[in-house]
Structure formats: C-alpha cells, structure tokens
C-alpha cells in the first residue's frame, strides 16, 4: 500500500495528529507521504487561511467562539455546508495528485481534506479507501457531513454524539487520538530533569501555550510565583510565538525561577519533568498529556471544541478545570499539594485514554 495523509497548518494538532500516524505507518514498513491539503487550493489561499485562523486564535479567540457557534447552529440544517463547497473547489487537483502518485489510500487529520475526499467520493471520481480522523473530543460542526469509509473517533462519549448527528454507527472506529510514541514511552521524572537542567526538588509547574503560543500566561506565572517560595519552577513553553518569548524573558529575567523555552521537539521530556501541567484543552496536546500521564489543570478554553475536550475531561476524572486565570492558579497550586488528586487523575487517563492509537489506527488502514 501506498498511503497519503492530509492535514493543514490551522492549529499545530492537526499536524502532530498526522505525524503521529505517519511514524507508525513507517514502523509497519508502509510507504506514506504527509501533505498540507491546502497547499492545493494554491500558496496564496493558503496563507490566507492559515494566517488568519493563527491571528484569530491568539488575538481574538471569542471571535473562533462565534464563529464555531455559527458553524454548529449551520449544521443542524442539514445543508450542504460552504465548507464543503470551499474545499471542493481544489478536488480535482487532488484527485490528480492521488492518481499521479499511485496512493491506495488516504488519512485525513482535519475538516477541510475529509470535505475534499467526500466530493470525489460523491462522483465517483475516487475509489481509494479514505479515513478521517477527530482530533477533539466532541463532533465538531460539518463532521457528520462528510462520507468517507471509515473514522477514528476518540472516546466512546464521542461516539455517541456523531451517532445522533446521524453519523453511520458501522464507519465509527472508538481508537482514541493518535500522538507520537514519545509520550508512551515514558522517562522518569528525575532523568527528565536532568536532561533538561532542571533542579531535581523543585516544585515544576509547566505552562504549554500550543504551537502559536497563546493563552494569559502572565497571569499564571505572576499568580503561581506570588504564592510560591523559592522551590517552585514555572517553565513556560512558549510555541514559535516569538513576542511572547521576548515579554517573558524582559517581564522575569531576574527571576531564576521562571524559563521561556520557545518551539521545542522534546514537549514529552518536559512533561514527563513536571509535577503539574496548565494547558488550554486543545485536543491533541490534552490527549498527549494525559499519554505521558502528567497531572493536568485545563486553563480556559477557545470557545468551541476546546470547551467540549474540558468538560468531558473533567466529566472523567482525567483533570481539573479553570474559567478564570485566577482560578488556574488556584487549582494549580491545589493540585501541587494533593498527592490523591494528581494520583487520582493520573489513574483516569491510564484508564479512559488509549496510549497505542496510532498504532491501532496504522493496522486498521493496512488491513483492509
């Protein structure tokens, strides 16, 4: 089998997503090829697309949150989506390029390429196997929509709502959200700590801002350094967001105790380090969190999806929830000094979250 996999550069997750299928598809021997789907609807719709999302999601989150509101209430209609007419708009020169390529299947980490492949599909213009995969756990608007062969869904719970949206029960395959092996494979905290220079006692709180670097990230460290001693460690990884590197550095370089760590490949070292992890509930980072089976406090969402990925989080255990950053702090610092609580959650994402789903994803698409 030659297999293509198609993901876009709107939101780092969609792209770990894919790279995390990709490496297992590599350990089985497969031959495969990651692609940006929109980098056929041409450079500049791209950049447009791409672009705009980053800016939307770091300046004006709310905006997202309307906009998703907008998409979910669009939905319900059951007409066919402008989503679904824009991303026909390049079928044909994918449709060229998975001919031209030889590919046998296709795996699609994010919306827009699963709308693609279900246009073709309709015509009868395509009859390579084709998968989509979600990456937060909710149906997001126009998922339902889409008609490929098969999906990987994350959670049972998730499950049942694409059933009630009317979703196809025998394509819905419950694998959980592919992430890379490095988060399974598990380093222990103190070898962590010295790779990565960090004092052994310390109380390490780390602060993941997603890829675009987003989030009140002042607020956490001044609120968690203002009730801290001189043993906590609050270590910021600030994504390629080089502003925001540049107001740590300036706001809290005197301050030992504090570390901007711009874009980095070792994420699962620095989570295996820390003792709490505060995130916004994006679906990918979240689910690679509870993987290396860190202690997790969700700082608030982008409205959307994210706030479905906290609440059903929170629903099982798998970590505590904030609507404020004060209250992140605050149960940061809560969850710093309860012992049974991080325990307690670290035994719910062993129990509810599936470490090996890109793996049983990979040998999923290879046998059929």
């Known amino acids: ?3 293509l ?3 876009c550069r709107t939101g780092e997750g969609h792209n770990s997503a894919a790279k ?3 490496e297992a598809l590599d350990d089985f021997g497969a031959e495969c090829e990651l692609v940006d789907a929109l980098t056929f609807s041409g450079r500049r719709p791209n950049e447009i697309v791409t672009n705009s ?3 939307m999601i770091v300046k004006a989150p709310n905006m997202f949150g309307l ?10 209609t059951k007409l066919a989506s402008p989503v679904y007419w824009a991303n026909s708009l390049y079928a044909e020169r994918l449709r060229a390029y ?5 590919f046998t299947a296709v795996v699609c980490s994010h919306l827009f390429p699963m709308e693609t492949l279900t246009w073709l599909k309709r015509r009868g213009e395509i009859t390579q196997k084709c998968y989509g995969i979600l990456t937060d756990y909710t149906c997001i608007p126009f998922f339902h929509e889409t008609d490929l062969d098969a999906y990987f869904i994350p959670h049972t719970e998730v499950t049942e709502e694409c059933l009630e949206k009317g979703m196809a029960g025998e394509k819905l395959l419950t ?3 592919p992430v890379m092996k490095t988060f399974s494979n598990r380093v222990e905290k103190q070898t962590a700590r010295e790779k990565l220079s960090i004092p052994a006692g310390c109380k390490l709180f780390l602060i993941m801002t997603g890829g675009i670097g987003c989030g009140r990230v002042f607020d956490f460290c001044d609120g968690i350094l203002a009730k801290s001693g001189k043993d906590v460690c609050v270590i910021v990884l600030s994504g390629r967001n080089e502003q925001l590197k540049a107001g740590l550095n300036s706001r809290y370089g005197l301050d030992t105790r504090v570390r901007a760590v711009p874009f980095t490949t070792e994420v699962a070292l620095y989570m295996n380090a820390a003792d709490v992890l505060l995130t916004k509930p994006g679906g990918i980072s979240t689910t690679e969190a509870a993987v290396a089976n860190v202690p997790l406090c969700h700082t608030m969402p982008i409205p959307g999806c994210e706030t479905k990925n906290a609440a059903l989080f929170e629903k099982k255990g798998m970590s505590v929830r904030a609507n404020s950053p004060q209250e992140a702090v605050e149960k940061a610092l809560g969850l710093m000094e309860d012992n049974t609580l991080r325990e307690g959650i670290c035994k719910m994402q062993r129990e509810q979250i599936n470490p090996n789903a890109s793996r049983d994803i990979a040998a999923y698409i290879l046998n059929q």
């Not at 906009?67 to 319900?76: M, T, V």
């Not at 998975?98 to 030889?102: F, H, K, T, V, Y």
Request: no cysteine; glycine share 14%.
């Open 5 to 7: 996999i198609l993901s």
């Open 20 to 22: 995390a299928v990709k």
């Open 1 to 3: 089998m030659k297999i």
């Open 67 to 76: 906009i998703y509101k907008a998409g979910d209430l669009y939905s319900s």
């Open 175 to 177: 694998t959980g959200i």
């Open 53 to 55: 999302y980053n800016r």
């Open 98 to 102: 998975i001919e031209n390529g030889g």
